[in-house]
């Protein structure tokens, strides 16, 4: 077994109603049983820089699988079509989206690699999703990267199905990492601030940190936004964060 | 920032695609992240006919000032056109 080797391929899992739903699941290769960690990829969809993120964690040693949250849309279909088409009809239920997750969790655990422990983490509104699963399903670890909406509504006549989930902090079932730009607008400084209060408040394990000089979508290579040094320390603190939680 | 804001409306025409015309009925019309214009955030349209499937669009994303002339550029043309040429 060398570190960092991998496998990854296409997958189907059951999804939330018990469909099929296309999934990319990588893993490393060899050694002891290790975590697992559900992808939520962001708005533009089950991408190519999202499936990046994926192997990425494979090669730091954790199981990894990112569902096809837009697969019901638009099966088969390039992930900008699919997101176009998802976003036109508002978005993923947050219903489905838990009910995918724990799919994937459930595809995971099965997995003969798996230690058995689970973290979910997002991107953008995968940010948002990824804190609403670790209040929904028994989770060990989650991550929340620049998330927005998890407090604010949306504007009105928005078509989109967010709603806030401030009031499913007190469920919140594991730590959370929250990894946010200054500089965001959506989520906001103030934002950040009073979710990390109330989640402080209903008494659960917080770690979040704040990037001066970077906004939103700052782990993101494809975009001007990427800011090597936010995402750099950001990673390194996703490593000790699943070091410290999906070690069997 | 992802806006998430968006605009949805139904439209009458045809449209160039991916594997060539089709007819077009709805249009979506936001301000965010781009797919592939270099840009943290541009003016996108994407035209649809969801019965034919999702790979049945056409979509531009523009610079916003761009975005603002060709929004100009549209109604000017549309206000100029021929009398009786164009329904009001």
């Known amino acids: 077994m060398t570190p960092g080797d991998l496998t990854a391929e296409t997958v189907t899992i059951v999804g939330h109603g018990g469909d099929p739903v296309e999934a990319y699941l990588a893993a490393p290769v060899g050694g002891p049983p290790v975590g697992g960690v559900v992808v ?7 991408d190519a820089g999202t499936k990046e993120i994926t192997r990425k964690i494979a090669a730091n040693g954790y199981l990894a699988l990112m569902p096809n ?18 976003r036109a009809n ?13 799919g994937s969790m459930a595809h995971l655990a099965s997995l ?9 983490i997002g991107y953008c509104s995968g940010g948002r999703q990824s804190l609403l699963a670790a209040c929904s399903l028994d989770l060990d ?10 407090l604010s509504a949306p504007p009105d006549g928005f078509p989109m199905a967010v709603t806030p989930i401030g009031d499913k902090v007190a469920d919140l079932s ?19 601030v009073e979710l990390e209060r109330l989640l402080v408040a209903a008494g659960k394990e917080v770690e979040f940190h704040s990037y001066e000089g970077a906004g939103h979508a700052f782990f993101n290579t494809d975009r001007p936004s990427f800011r090597a040094e936010a995402a750099g320390d950001g990673w390194e603190r996703i490593w000790a964060f699943f070091g410290r939680h999906l070690t069997g | 920032m992802c806006t998430y804001r968006t605009t949805t409306l139904e439209v009458e025409g045809s449209g160039k695609g991916a594997a060539g015309w089709f007819p077009v009925t ?14 943290d955030h541009t003016l996108n349209v994407d035209l649809r006919n969801p019965s034919r499937g999702a790979a049945a669009r056409v979509a531009v994303e523009l610079d916003p000032a761009s975005a603002r002339a060709l929004a100009h550029a549209i109604l000017d043309m549309l206000d100029s056109a021929p009398a009786g040429l164009v329904p009001s």
């Open chain 1, 112 to 120: 003969p690699v798996s230690n058995g422990r689970l973290a979910t």
């Open chain 1, 69 to 86: 949250l837009y697969f019901r849309e638009a099966p088969g279909a390039s992930p900008d079509d699919a997101a176009a088409a998802a």
């Open chain 2, 26 to 39: 709805d249009a979506s019309v936001y301000l965010d992240h781009p797919v592939h214009a270099p840009a």
């Open chain 1, 40 to 46: 939520i990829h962001h708005m533009p969809g089950y």
């Open chain 1, 174 to 192: 594991c730590p959370l990492l929250g990894l946010f730009g200054s500089e965001d607008q959506y989520p906001g400084p103030e934002e950040v």
């Open chain 1, 90 to 102: 508002g978005g993923v239920p947050d219903d489905r989206l838990v009910g995918d997750v724990a």
């Open chain 1, 141 to 150: 670890a989650a991550v929340d990267c620049y998330g927005a909406f998890a």
